[in-house]
């Protein structure tokens, strides 16, 4: 089963931090169903500090692009994107207009 690392970080500020974990308390279902439907199995996000890790696990027939056009489909996602851009900025090393960035896996036992 694939696995993926991601990175963001959210803005330095503890008040919009904790507006954004009480969000992830209470994911929107439209959100969780498109996660689910582009076959994320497992999702779990991380913090410390303003930094933010994801570990993503999906079957086979995911892929970045596929979840994308899924996403761009999807009314209430791209509601929650443009909600969650209020908390999150890119990392300086981003591309311009990515949120997410895949990390490389550099060690493994």
Known sequence: MPRYCLALDLKPDADL????????????????????????TQLEIFRTGNRLFMILEADEQFSFEKKAVLDAENARVQEWETLMWTYQQALPTAKPGQKWVLLERIFHV
């Open 17 to 40: 931090i904790a507006e954004y974990e009480a969000h992830h308390r209470a994911v929107w279902p439209e959100v969780l169903d498109s996660i689910r439907n582009a076959g994320i």
